[in-house]
């Protein structure tokens, strides 16, 4: 055999002698994510031992403030972390994660290597259990990191965002295939090599642990990239099942791991309690904005309530409308469940007493949304009527977003519909009373296809409809720069719009961006892209202190911010920077 291991034959003795080691290093993988939680307790202590106590200042609707500034050595011992977080937070190549993601998932892969080597001797049989168990008591903390709920632990214990945690997600999802993928093959080799290929394969643990990986790898092939892109269907289903129904073959495999797997049973339950507790059904309306592809989803709240507590920036999982008027029937529940789609709270729940999504129409559950939307307004003529709307969450990073006013400037970039995240921000920094701003108000730029697109944010008129929803939009005298990229012409960005829509949509369009042409109370309207790099360097030039840069938009866009700011970081300026992606 090949690197000093070799098939050996055990006394009894020593083969139960292996099965305790083989627990004892499946347990010392399990248990060794508390260091990586205990870490991150021990960095929330030291930032917070790091503080400056601080001056009194008005409640935010942000919450904590950062750490920005403290004697010299603090803050030169606060610029090499920083210089470092921006470098590893920079992707190793498009599409293909961070520095920081491949570092941590290496480094998670070479521990779980050296728990599967480790005292395992000459013996070829026991490294390849190893593997296989190493592996698989990595189950519960991947389904644990898949759990949506902000009362998740991996959440609560880390205080990051359900986004981040669903990257760490997808690379255990991978180290665990990887894992698999050795202990399958150093079987294959093993029956292949002492001729017990033809009468093991009919065993049923061996074809319980061929169907697992099958599985496992069907659901780790469905979920990258190109096949979420492709058809986000087609992977949530798939994953959905498959998680699901894993358990089934893995628990007949073997014995020794059935513990795992009780504990990922406990795990899915946990999950959808949670979920179910978040998931609440609401009466709304559903409505395309005139002149575009958006659809605006509107639910009125009666205050006062818990989601008018919910912070700007959060996101809603909404369940794909029926449309039906009545209670839900098992299809339906199945529906609500299952699919659903995140779109960010494009309103301030508390002063404009409703919650606002906006949603691009792309080819799967907003399609239909639209749809639907298109139905419900030819049904009634005018009035858009009210139908139940299923809403889970609010989810979403913003909850562990800094004290804005501390900075002394913010910028806020955002790209069409990326605006739902960043609007609701702006709105609350500026419309918020007794906010102080360090310095200058903050500076918002918003680039747009169309004038059109804004329209959700900047209502042409508040008329007796929308008084009842109370004082909507924004309402500043700070001005927001709206850049029209493509001031005429219809394009309603036709890739994934279907055709029907998009005739019938251009119909509306010249008389409508012609009443459209003049810019409304708190924006200023520029034609073309916006000048990034310029914006970027007057915002750093004209302060000398803190700055906090946040976006949400098209990959090219935020990338060309990023760099920008990149150059300004590199000179040992302190960013706080936060890049909200709609998509993963
Ligand atoms: C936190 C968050 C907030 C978002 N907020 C908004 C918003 O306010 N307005 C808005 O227009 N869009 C928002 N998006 C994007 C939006 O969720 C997707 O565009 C939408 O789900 C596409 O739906 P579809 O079924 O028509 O997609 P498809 O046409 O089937 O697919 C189009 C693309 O959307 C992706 N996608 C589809 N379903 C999901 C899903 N459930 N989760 C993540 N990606 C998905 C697919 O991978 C594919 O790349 C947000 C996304 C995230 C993750």
């Known amino acids: 055999m090949a690197f000093g291991y070799s098939f050996v034959n055990l006394s009894e003795a020593e083969k139960s002698q292996r099965r305790e080691l083989l627990d004892l290093y499946a347990a010392t993988a399990q248990w060794s994510i508390l260091i990586v939680f ?9 930032s917070w031992m790091l503080e400056p106590r601080a001056e009194e200042r008005p409640k935010s609707p942000f919450g904590r403030p950062p750490k920005l500034k403290g004697p010299g050595w603090i803050a030169k011992a606060q610029h090499l972390p920083r210089s470092f977080s921006w470098w590893a937070a920079a992707p190793v190549a498009e599409g293909w994660g961070t520095r920081a993601e491949w570092i941590a998932g290496l480094v998670w892969t070479a521990w779980l290597l050296f728990l599967s080597f480790y005292q395992t001797g000459n013996d070829y049989l026991h490294l390849t259990k190893r593997f296989g168990i190493v592996g698989a008591s990595q189950l519960p903390l ?5 759990i949506r709920s902000r009362y998740s632990p991996p959440q609560l214990l880390t205080r990051l965002s359900h986004e981040q945690i669903k990257t760490a997600h997808q690379i255990l999802g991978r180290i ?12 294959l080799n093993f029956f292949v090599m002492s001729g017990f290929l033809q009468k093991r394969i009919k065993d049923l643990d061996v074809i319980f642990g061929v169907v697992s990986i099958i599985m496992f790898m069907a659901m780790n092939t469905t979920a990258l990239s190109i096949v979420r892109k492709w058809s986000y269907k087609v992977f949530y289903t798939m994953h959905i099942v498959f998680a699901s129904l894993l358990i089934i073959p893995l628990y007949f495999h073997v014995h020794h ?17 949670l979920r179910a507790y978040s998931l609440r059904t609401y009466s709304g309306t559903i409505s395309m904005i005139p002149g575009t592809n958006l659809v605006q989803v509107r639910v009125p709240l009666i205050s006062p309530n818990k989601e008018t507590k919910w912070r700007p920036g959060q996101h809603v999982y909404l369940s794909r409308p029926t449309g039906a008027p009545t209670s839900f029937g098992v299809y339906e529940m199945f529906v609500l469940r299952n699919q659903t789609n995140p779109f960010t709270i494009a309103s301030l729940a508390e002063q404009d007493k409703h919650l606002l999504l906006v949603a691009r129409t792309l080819n799967g559950n907003t399609k ?12 009634d ?7 139940p709307i299923a809403l889970e969450g609010p989810y979403g990073s913003t909850s562990r977003l800094p004290d804005l006013t501390k900075f002394d400037r913010v910028l806020l970039v955002a790209g069409g519909v990326g605006a739902t995240f960043i609007v609701p921000i702006y709105r609350s920094l500026v419309e918020h009373e007794g ?10 730029v918003w680039a747009v296809r169309k004038f059109a697109e804004t329209q959700w944010a900047f209502p042409a008129s508040r008329g007796e409809e929308d008084a009842e929803f109370g004082s909507e939009g924004v309402q500043t005298d700070n001005e927001v720069e709206v850049c029209v990229t493509q001031p005429s012409g219809s394009d309603l960005q036709g890739e994934n719009a279907d055709d029907g829509m998009e005739l019938a949509e251009a119909e509306h369009l010249i008389p ?7 810019p409304r109370k708190g924006m200023v309207l520029r034609a073309g892209r916006p000048d990034v790099h310029a914006i970027v360097d007057e915002v750093f030039t004209t302060s000398a202190g803190s700055v906090a840069v946040i976006t949400c938009g098209p990959r090219g866009m935020t990338k060309q911010l990023r760099e920008s700011v990149g150059r300004w970081v590199r000179q040992g300026r302190e960013v706080y920077w936060h890049n909200e992606t709609f998509g993963w």
């Open 38 to 46: 205990a870490v991150f307790q021990l960095s929330f202590l030291l």
């Open 142 to 146: 991947h389904y644990l990191l898949a």
């Open 176 to 187: 665990i295939t990887f894992m698999f993928i050795l202990h399958a093959s150093f079987y």
């Open 257 to 273: 791991i059935r513990k795992y797997v009780l504990e990922v049973c406990v795990i899915i339950v946990l999950n959808q309690v």
């Open 368 to 379: 239909q949304l639209a749809k639907l939307a298109r139905s419900l307004h030819s049904q």
């Open 381 to 387: 003529g005018v009035e858009v009527p009210s139908i």
């Open 435 to 444: 906010h102080s701003f360090r310095n200058s108000q903050p500076r918002f």
């Open 512 to 518: 409508f961006e012609e009443e459209m042409e003049k």
